[in-house]
């Protein structure tokens, strides 16, 4: 009897800790990410994503991969980090700027993260210093990452696009890790250690988080393997100092980065010691999140700390942790214990320590892998319950509780993280959530205001463009686009107010001077508005839109032939901009060049079929030209696209007079009445003479 018993037992056990266990965890670990993340697949490009994706042009093509490799120092989030930007070259060309499929890739990035973390605890667990069973080191491990996978602090960085420079190289530092403990305990160590050098040199291509890689493995081998420090460094030192080698790419592309386009290193306006006090807040801040994920920020700005009471509170907190991290490693008993310590660390120093990273003090992507350490703390001394008890049947109990307890919270963070996906639907709902979280935040607010005046809720925008003046008067960008808002609203002079503003603080913001321009130009200050478009082209000479703009002003001022150059010019730095087409033909028919004006009214119409002006003004040169016919055919396209264009009905009236169809003509020059346009009695009077003429010679034939 006993042994019908045991065996089910012992097949229980077996299928736990087995082949087909450690399958079905790995699988439970993926569909999991892959359902609590399916409502992220429709979130839209935002914030970063803008340089990084959707004007990135690096990415566009990957014919040119050295391009895609070695990107331009324009763009802060994939500036030095060559394998990142090679990523978002192989999304694009997989699928555009279809946004589900650059979810895709983070949320199977993420999942293989998952898996990664599953693969690092349980052969830890199995190592000769644990000498868990299969069984329990499979449950334990999956427990970690599942826990890790689903947590809501995770979110930003698996939701938020460009945030996979964090995601893949978490990915890639676990993997190194896994590679480092197969190789040191698997037949064939050398092609796994090779394998943990070639994903570690892949990570510090990706982002400098990366750095930490080399260290956590020597401690991972010195505190799991039950050796000393020296003799763990003596044992593999060959495979430590490839891994250290790696570092040599890192420093390489930190120097080409040149401090992230100016967003981190020193000397950029912040403090070692107002950023080290920040840190010391944040710090705090991520592991109350790791515990009570509640709220989450999307961006907390580029706040510094200030409160005295709260930074010496941290300051102590901190320095307790991180003294007994190096307590735990100096003490064989509590060694594992410092392991995840130092892993916190370690890996938060790069961003989080006194190198300031400026336009973002603080970021919850940040603690993606530092988040293992604390989970892993948590699943143990769950498991720790478990085995605190006197009997094996109160060891079961507390075994099926601590199991429920996990499985309800693994529950709940993943409901969380299905809410927190929620609030990125749209970039004016998370904008919205980033406001009101943090309205203190200067950045949030302009940025909602941004996308207030996306949606046309301008008044909206105006509102919150002033609080984020309010809270930085000194940033350049706020006046700029609440000018924008301003112009749109038709308040001209308020908009040339902020545009003034604008550039007294950013005398070299060239968008600022472009849309003084425009503003001016719209108010009737030509010279003014040459003045300042002018000086926009000085500062940034490859923009067509400039040189259009430029080009406008130009002709309205009646001077052709410079209007032409720049109309020419902008169509050489694109030639797929229809707008300068148009405009470079209405200057060719001032000048009384009527065959190149229409062949530009032509290349604008091939280029935007869509848009009604260019066949007005092709069909307004073919009537100069005597083409009466094409030219209400031209007309009558424009009326189709617009029923609403005044002119097209008169330029079309003039040519079906002209051709003695004057019932058309008449219906067209009504119709213009009927918009509420000034009737043109000039050739309302012609036609009626026409007619007049042509019954008075009807009935004199009918005499005859």
């Known amino acids: 009897m006993s042994t019908n018993q045991s065996e089910p037992a012992t097949k229980s056990i077996a299928?736990?800790?087995?082949?087909?266990?450690?399958?079905?965890?790995?699988?439970g670990i993926v569909l999991t990410c892959a359902v609590i993340y399916a409502n992220s697949l429709a979130v839209p490009f935002l914030f970063d994503d803008a340089s990084a994706i959707v004007r990135n042009s690096t990415i566009r093509s990957l014919a040119n991969l050295k391009q895609a490799i070695y990107p331009p120092g324009d763009g802060e989030t994939v500036q030095g980090r060559p394998l990142l930007n090679l990523s978002f070259a192989a999304n694009y060309a997989w699928t555009g700027l279809s946004v589900w499929s650059w979810h895709v890739v983070n949320i199977a990035i993420h999942a293989l993260a998952g898996l990664c973390l599953f693969g690092v605890v349980r052969q830890t667990l199995l190592s000769p210093t644990q000498a868990a069973a299969p069984h329990h080191a499979t449950l334990l491990a999956c427990a970690v990452a599942l826990l890790w996978t689903v947590h809501p602090l995770q979110t930003e960085s698996v939701t938020y696009i460009a945030q996979r420079a964090e995601s893949l190289a978490g990915l890639l530092l676990l993997l190194t890790l896994y590679c480092s403990i197969r190789g040191a305990k698997d037949r064939g160590g050398a092609l796994w250690q090779l394998a943990a050098v070639l994903t570690c040199l892949a990570?510090?291509?990706?982002?400098?988080?990366?750095?930490?890689?080399?260290?956590?493995?020597?401690?991972?081998?010195?505190?799991f393997g039950g050796d000393s420090l020296t003799g763990t460094l003596r044992q593999r030192w060959r495979f430590y100092t490839a891994l250290a080698s790696t570092w040599l790419m890192l420093a390489l592309l930190?120097?080409?980065?040149?401090?992230?386009?100016?967003s981190a290193g020193f000397g950029r306006g912040v403090t070692i010691w107002e950023y080290l006090r920040t840190q010391l807040t944040f710090i705090v801040l991520y592991l109350k999140l790791s515990v009570w994920p509640h709220p989450l920020v999307l961006d907390y700005g580029d706040w510094i700390a200030s409160a005295p009471a709260a930074i010496i509170a941290a300051g102590i907190l901190v320095a307790l942790l991180f003294g007994a991290t190096l307590a735990a490693l100096c003490h064989e008993r509590y060694r594992r214990l410092g392991f995840l310590g130092a892993w916190f660390f370690c890996i938060l120093a790069p961003s989080s320590s006194i190198v300031p990273v400026v336009t973002q003090t603080g970021a919850e992507h940040r603690m993606y892998l530092p988040l293992a350490a604390v989970v892993v703390l948590i699943v143990v001394a769950a498991d720790r319950f478990r085995d605190g008890a006197r009997t094996r049947r109160t060891a079961r109990r507390r075994g099926l509780a601590s199991l429920a307890v996990l499985c309800g919270v693994a529950f709940l963070l993943g409901a969380l993280t299905v809410r927190r996906n929620a609030d990125y639907k749209t970039a004016l709902s998370i904008w919205h959530d980033t406001a009101a979280k943090r309205p203190e935040n200067w950045r949030a607010q302009a940025c909602l205001a941004d996308e207030y005046a996306e949606a046309g809720e301008l008044s909206r925008a105006l509102a919150a463009f002033d609080i984020s003046i309010k809270l930085a008067p000194h940033r350049s960008a706020s006046f700029n686009n609440r000018g924008v808002v301003h112009q749109r609203l038709r308040q001209l002079e308020e908009a040339i107010s902020d545009f003034h503003r604008a550039l007294e603080i950013s005398p070299e913001n060239a968008n600022a001077h472009l849309n003084l321009g425009?503003?001016?130009?719209?108010?009737?200050?030509?010279?003014?508005?040459?003045?300042?478009?002018?000086?926009?082209?000085?500062?940034?000479?490859a923009a067509p839109q400039v040189h259009w703009r430029l080009g406008v002003v130009l002709m309205r001022m009646g001077r052709h032939a410079e209007a032409i150059d720049e109309f020419t010019?902008?169509?050489?730095?694109?030639?797929?901009?229809?707008?300068?087409?148009?405009?470079?033909?209405?200057?060719?028919?001032?000048?009384?060049?009527?065959d190149e004006a229409i062949a530009d009214f032509s290349s604008a119409i091939a280029i935007n079929p869509r848009e009604a002006f260019p066949y007005l003004n092709r069909g307004v040169t073919l009537r100069i030209a005597g083409q009466l016919e094409d030219s209400i055919r031209d007309c009558s396209a424009a009326i189709r696209l617009n029923p609403g264009l005044v002119p097209a009905y008169h330029a079309r009236a003039v040519s079906y007079a002209s051709l003695g169809s004057f019932d058309l003509a008449r219906a067209d020059l009504i119709q213009l009445q009927r918009l509420g346009a000034p009737p043109d009695d000039e050739?309302?009077?012609?036609?009626?003479?026409?007619?007049?003429?042509?019954?008075?010679?009807?009935?004199?034939s009918r005499s005859k």
């Open 15 to 27: 299928f736990a800790g087995g082949v087909w266990g450690t399958a079905a965890s790995g699988l």
């Open 518 to 541: 425009i503003a001016l130009s719209a108010a009737g200050r030509l010279e003014p508005a040459l003045a300042a478009l002018s000086e926009a082209a000085r500062i940034d000479q």
């Open 569 to 594: 010019t902008a169509l050489d730095l694109n030639p797929q901009f229809d707008k300068p087409f148009n405009d470079r033909g209405l200057c060719y028919r001032a000048t009384n060049r009527l």
């Open 683 to 700: 050739l309302l009077e012609k036609i009626e003479d026409e007619v007049a003429q042509k019954k008075q010679k009807s009935g004199s």
């Open 203 to 223: 990570g510090m291509a990706v982002k400098e988080v990366m750095a930490a890689a080399p260290i956590l493995v020597v401690l991972y081998d010195w505190v």
């Open 254 to 262: 930190a120097g080409v980065s040149a401090g992230r386009g100016s």
